[in-house]
Structure formats: C-alpha cells, structure tokens
C-alpha cells in the first residue's frame, strides 16, 4: 500500500508545473484572515457583547456587508474559518465557534449560515478580484466526551455520527500525545483525549486519502474557493498532504508550527506553509531585541525552502498571542507589521492586529473585531493600507517585486535594512526595534539606489536622495520603520498626492509572468522530479 501511496506522491510531480503556477499567482496577494464567528454580526452592532467560549454571532452574510473594511485596507485575498457542521455540545473547552471540531465534512456549520450565504461570500469577493482561501481540518474529527471528560485507553467511540469517517477502521488507535517532539506521536496519537475528543485520522489509509479527495475536491468546486490553509498540517502523514493538494486543484498552505527551519521546510515541497519558523525569529527581534536572530532565520528560509515567494508571513493569528500582549509599544507594533507586508512571501493579518488588539492565549486572542467600531482611523489600519498600496503598485509595475529574494543592506542588533524588487520598483525597507525611546541617528545604508537617486519615504511622503555613488543617508527617530520607493515611479500608487491605479494587481499579464518565473524554477528541479517516478516505480515492481 505504502508503494502505490508513495508512486502516487511521485507522479503528483508532474503536475507541479500547475500548483507552481498558482503559487506564483498568490505570491501577488495580501490575506486578511477572519473568524467567522467574530468578524461581523448580521445586526451590524459594535456594542453587542461576546462569551469568548461561545458562539457569539458573526456570520458569512455579515462578512459581505463589511467587505469595505478589508478591501479598503488593500487586501486582495480573504481567509475564513472552517465552514463544516461541528460538533453542537458544549465542553469545558467550549463550543465549537472556531471551526476545528469537525462532525460532518459535507454539512455546513449553520451557525456561519447557508449554502446560499457561503456562495454570496465567494460571488461577492470575486466581483471585488478577491480570493477566497478557506480553512480546513484533515487530522481529525471531534465529539464532547461524555462522563469525566476524559479518554482513557479502551474507551468506546461511537464513529458512526461521524461523516463520511464513519468507522473505526479509518482511525488511529486511541493513544495520547506525551512528548510533541515525537513525529511517532504527534502524527499518530489523538490531538485531545479530554473534554473534546479528537479521534485522528489514519491518513496513510488509501480509504481516507480518497475519502478526503473526495470531499476536498467537492468543496472547492460547490462554493468557487481559490486556496486553502490546511489546519495541523505537521500531524497527518506528509505523504497525505500533496494527494490532498492536488484533489483539491488550488493551492493551499500547511500549518507546520515549529520554531526551526529545517523542520517547516521539509515540507515546501509538499504544499505552501504558513511561515512559522519566521514568525518566532520575527517576534524575539521585535520584542526581545533580536534582530540578527531574525536576520539568521531569513537566510535559513532561504537556503531550505522551496518557493520561498508563497510563503505566508503572519505576526498574529487564531493560535499566538497578539503582538500587543507581548508590548504596548506602538513603534514596535509598526515595525511587526512592516514587515509582515514587505518581506518576501505574502502577507497575511489577522483579524485586529490593524487595531492594535489585546488577547493572550486562546480564547482571548480571539476577541470580536466589532467592539472596535471598525475604526478606519486607527494608526496601524492607515499603516496597513500605505503598505499594501506601496505593494500592490510595485507589483503592478514588475510582478518580479514578489517573486526575488530580499537583499539585506545593513544589519546590527537593533536595526536592519532590506532592499527588494528590480530598480524601477525597488523598496528600501528598514526595521528598527528601538521602541519610541528610541534615539535620533543617522543610519548609513550602503549601495541602497543608483547615485544621485530621489526616493520617497511612502509613510511620511518625505524624499531624500542617494549620494554620488548610491548610499542613503537615513534620519532614525523614535524607532519607527521606514520604507523608500522611487519618486519617479510614485504615479499610479495612490500614495503622496501621487495618482492612483485601480483593478492592475490582477492583471493577467503579470499573474502570466510571475507563473513563467516560478515554472522555470520548477523546470531546473524537473530531472530530479522525473527520476525519483523512475525509481519509484521500479521499487514497485520488486
């Protein structure tokens, strides 16, 4: 079984070609990642309270009647929770408002609305030339356990509520998680063995490989779904993931939470990846003073994985503390966010980050964006969107912006500068982690444009230029970020005073571009791709 698994896996290679094509279009966009739950209520309230265990309201329907917020800010792609029908109880854990409880994989979670509300959400991103990236889970099924709340060995699981999973065979063994280091465990032990139970799926199984085909494939095409994040992506069988990814015939990007390089990179060859080994290195640098940490980290990604331009760059998420738990620090705050949006891989923000929302662990770092008031005055809201216009226009004039590595210009342990994109579209970007204390200097950054370069800083519209032989000269103050463009390719961007080009980043040209340059990467790995089907093949005849 494992041979024709893994012959499978093999002949997926062929078709990378198409998925490296859709990775490239991605590379383009920018994610606002919602729960459902706690984005919007059909009311339209901002006062309405919210038990942070419970269902608290939001709705497909009421993201639609919010789309402004989000496209307002840039954002050209829009991240959902889970949309299946989850297990109805209520635990000591709560209930299942988030998604990640899974009983029925063809039902919807009415709680979010209907068929016909999802379909208007996917209709209605579209019409905006937004994608829809829909979160899912594949390692598991949930129930409330009953009695104790807690699973011991040879307790009895009623599979049969479960759809289409309806049967113990297409399950691991019940056997807890004691060492999450242990792949033995974490990939073939039960996720929860207290209050929810999380029987987890056997996804070396060719029945559930197909059965979760089957499903996958169904969904994207019922409701129109561009890209998918696959939930707990480092616990199914990593062969199950590329099987998965192709059924679904979208790109999609795994959830590998891990601190180190070598490990989340192991699977860029097998599906996208939410960039977590960055996201850690991001967080000491801009919290605990890091910087070359972070520096470190951006080399590793770039030396162990492939397709480094689609991978997701996030500093909040449903999962971590928001950024302004770990400081109240705005600078800070402004520096995280800067470079979610400007370094390589697409950006991706949570819900409330642009508000500068409090919330430690889980449940808190899911609280309601509607007590906010949706403030579009707020600091980093008007940050969030600078940056995505300065992005979005570099695009539009070179998709090559997205898909060249960063050149770092300047380091030391406070403050670094990275130049990215072809010179007619290039930001200078530099963080610093000072923090408002920060003093006033002068930052040195050597080789940063042509000599005798104007250039303009996008997040004050001030200009300054290179020296004779294209060195910048850059006033630091209060340890805010910076980011510099050409003044002579501002037109268009919206920003400054400067014009503004509407409805360009999805220009089919450029997306036709960026495909081409990520094909051609693919290309140079194709005698590589073509002679592990050889021997994989010849295996299966032995």
Not at 269 to 288: K, P
Not at 345 to 363: D, F, N, R, S
Request: charge should be negative.
């Amino acid at each position: 079984m494992a041979i024709y698994t893994w012959l499978a896996v093999a002949l997926i290679g062929l078709a990378r070609p198409a998925i490296a094509a859709q990775a490239a279009d991605w590379a383009l966009r920018s994610i606002y990642q919602v729960v459902t739950d706690r984005y919007a209520l059909p009311s339209g309230s901002t006062t309405a309270p919210c038990n942070l265990n419970n269902y608290c309201g939001g709705t497909w329907d009421a993201i639609i009647n919010n789309l402004d917020y989000i496209q307002n800010m840039g954002f050209t792609a829009v991240q959902i929770s889970p949309v299946d029908k989850n297990m109805p109880q209520g635990t000591d854990s709560g209930y299942a408002y988030h998604g990640y409880w899974p009983v029925d994989k063809y039902a919807l979670n009415e709680n979010f609305g209907t068929v016909a509300d999802l379909k208007n959400l996917s209709d209605a991103l579209h019409a905006r030339d937004m994608y829809l990236l829909v979160d899912v889970v594949v390692n598991d099924m949930a129930y409330a356990i009953p009695g104790t709340g807690q699973l011991y060995p040879g307790a009895v699981t009623d599979y049969s509520q479960f759809n289409p999973f309806n049967k113990e065979e297409y399950y691991h063994p019940l056997c807890n998680i004691t060492n999450w280091n242990n792949a033995t465990q974490y990939q073939g032990c039960w996720f929860s063995t207290q209050y929810v139970g999380l029987p987890d799926l056997d996804t070396e199984s060719e029945a559930v490989i197909a059965m979760s085909s089957n499903w996958i494939k169904s969904l994207v095409a019922n409701y129109s779904i561009d890209g998918l994040r696959i939930d707990a992506a480092k616990h199914v069988d990593p062969a199950f993931l590329p099987l998965f990814v192709q059924a679904a015939g979208v790109y999609a990007f795994g959830e590998v939470d891990s601190s180190t390089a070598p490990e989340v990179c192991a699977y860029s060859n097998l599906t996208g990846l939410e960039s977590y080994s960055v996201y850690y290195s991001m967080i000491q640098a801009f919290t605990a003073g890091n910087m070359t940490g972070l520096s470190q980290m951006l080399s590793a990604i770039q030396a162990d994985c492939e397709n480094v331009p689609s991978l997701q760059n996030f500093a909040e998420n449903q999962d971590q503390t928001r950024f302004a738990s770990y400081t109240d620090d705005m600078a800070l705050a402004q520096n995280a966010l800067t470079f979610v949006m400007m370094a390589d891989g697409i950006p991706k923000v949570y819900q409330g980050q642009e508000q500068h929302t409090l919330g430690g662990a889980t449940p808190d770092n899911r609280s309601p964006l509607w007590t906010t008031g949706y403030n579009t005055k707020a600091p980093l809201y008007n940050l969030t969107s600078t940056l995505n216009a300065i992005r979005n226009h570099a695009i539009n004039l070179d998709t090559r912006w997205a898909t060249q590595p960063s050149l770092e210009l300047y380091l030391d342990n406070s403050t670094m500068a990275m130049s990215k994109g072809p010179q007619n579209c290039q930001t200078l970007t530099v963080y610093s982690n000072q923090g408002t204390h920060g003093g006033s200097w002068q930052l040195f950054v050597p080789n940063a444009y042509p000599p005798n370069s104007e250039v303009t800083e996008v997040l004050t519209c001030t200009t300054i230029y290179s020296d004779s032989i294209g060195h910048l000269n850059v006033s630091m103050n209060a340890g805010v970020p910076h980011v510099f463009f050409p003044s002579y390719n501002l037109d268009g961007s919206g920003l400054c005073g400067r014009s503004l080009q509407t409805g360009a980043i999805n220009n089919a040209t450029n997306v036709a571009n960026a495909a081409t340059s990520a094909s051609e990467s693919i290309a140079v790995r194709w005698p590589t791709i073509m002679t592990g089907v050889i021997l994989v093949m010849s295996f299966s005849l032995l």
